[in-house]
């Protein structure tokens, strides 16, 4: 079996920097050749400079292979064969209802990306999918808790897979960045893998012998594993109108029967930010007096009295946080707002200048993992930061990578 892959939203190539162990040395990408990236997709709806694919394009060396067009026009046929397919998603509202059109059956609300990833498993059948979601997907959406997981579970069982997941805090196993994402490998019935995880236990397999157990070590204090029906009602738009399910942390689906349990990371030791940072930054990195007050406001304790658009009156209340962020500390999650004047950017003490500034974007690059400047490639800083907010901390994927290599070299 080849170790082909296909990228979907691909950003400026989380995934394959990690999964490929990529560098960056005078400019040029060096990239082992562990998988070959046969086909990437990424698009940024509604905006006019593309300057995601731009990087990723560049740093790949502007193959045809990477492609700038909405998925939704994509010919799902035309993507080359390929043995894993990743990327990484946004959380929507996956909910389904009939269409209009009665023998067209049911559909996904248009736009949303999760029903472009179900197309192409239904159209190209890939042996394995390595995705990843914002830890809240698995509660999503608040008023019916579960639903949006729960269809994405359904869908990969009527496709014919097997599915693992968990939910992974980056900094607990030893790098950079607090930043918890809910990572998702499934696998088609007919591949050896999936035949060997029938076998499995569900505590096996989330403890010593699943995909991500092997990668980053857990421990289950209480051993109480759930059991969740998703494959009834058999209408998927009853099923989308009614489930509902308690998701826990780890999980494990086969043959349509999912397990579902609380596990705690054998946690490593973690990269400090101290370990980040750049040394002789340049001085527009340095807090000026009108932000470093609006920055004491943002970061402190508030109560504000608004008034919703129907009249109510209400109290919006903000706790306090720490003037600056510990040296000593992984970084906090990475927000698309980083870098500019906002309550969830990283301020610090220089260990230099003993002054407090702003992460630089090399810093933010190191937080997930990049190689320094891999976003250095024309486009404005703020899109630099804002990039980096959008992307993950490589390592993760570079561990789970390891084992989906394994497990490639493993099949018939």
């Known amino acids: 079996m080849d170790k082909t892959v296909a990228e979907l939203f691909a950003g400026v190539g989380g995934f394959r920097v990690g999964m490929n162990n990529v560098t960056l040395k ?15 997709n990424q698009w940024e709806p509604g905006a006019k400079n593309q300057y995601a694919f731009d990087c990723y394009n560049k740093r790949f060396n502007g193959g045809s292979e990477n492609t700038n067009i909405d998925i939704a026009k994509v010919d ?14 946004p959380c929507q509202d996956y909910s389904v209802a009939r269409s209009l059109s009665q023998e067209k059956g049911i559909e996904g609300k248009k736009g949303v990306l999760w029903w472009e990833i179900n197309s192409i498993l239904k159209a190209k059948k890939p042996p394995f999918v390595f995705l990843e979601n914002v830890d809240r997907l698995l509660k999503s959406p608040h008023k019916q ?14 496709q014919g897979y097997g599915v693992e997941w968990r939910v992974i805090n980056a900094a607990e196993y030893g790098f950079t960045q607090r930043r918890r994402r809910t990572f998702i490998f499934a696998f088609r019935k007919n591949t050896k893998f999936f035949a060997d995880e029938l076998q499995k236990s569900p505590k096996d397999v989330f403890l010593k012998d699943g995909i991500f157990a092997r990668a980053f070590k857990v ?19 009853e099923f989308s109108d009614s489930f509902k399910a308690d998701f826990k942390n780890s999980g494990f689906m086969i043959d ?23 040394e002789n930054v340049d001085e527009h990195y340095y807090l000026d007096s009108y932000a470093r007050e609006k920055f004491i406001y943002l970061r402190g304790r508030k109560k504000i009295e608004r008034t919703s658009k129907d009249g109510h009156k209400y109290f919006y209340s903000e ?17 698309t707002s980083e870098g500019s004047i906002n309550r969830s950017t990283h301020i610090i003490v220089d260990p230099q200048t003993n002054r407090e500034r702003i992460l630089t ?20 800083e703020k899109m630099r930061y804002f990039i980096m907010g959008n992307a993950l901390v490589c390592g993760i994927i570079k561990r789970v990578g390891r084992q989906i290599s394994k497990i490639i070299d493993q099949e018939a």
């Open 145 to 158: 808790i579960g639903r949006d997981f729960g269809i994405m579970l359904r869908c990969f069982y009527e």
């Open 26 to 40: 005078n400019g040029q990408t060096h990239e082992s050749a562990t998988f070959k990236f046969v086909w990437s």
């Open 76 to 89: 799902k046929t035309t993507i080359p064969d390929h043995t894993v397919l990743c990327g990484g998603f």
């Open 219 to 237: 421990k289950n204090k209480d051993n109480i594993i759930s059991e969740i029906e998703i494959k009834k009602p058999k209408d998927m738009v």
């Open 319 to 335: 706790g306090s946080m720490s003037s600056v962020d510990s040296l000593d500390l992984p970084g906090r999650t990475m927000l």
């Open 256 to 278: 349509g029967v999912v397990y579902t349990t609380k596990t705690f990371p054998v946690a490593e030791s973690p990269i400090t930010l101290r370990q980040m940072v750049e």
């Open 361 to 380: 974007p090399v810093e933010c690059e190191r937080l997930n993992m990049f190689p320094d400047g891999w976003t250095d490639t024309g486009m404005p």
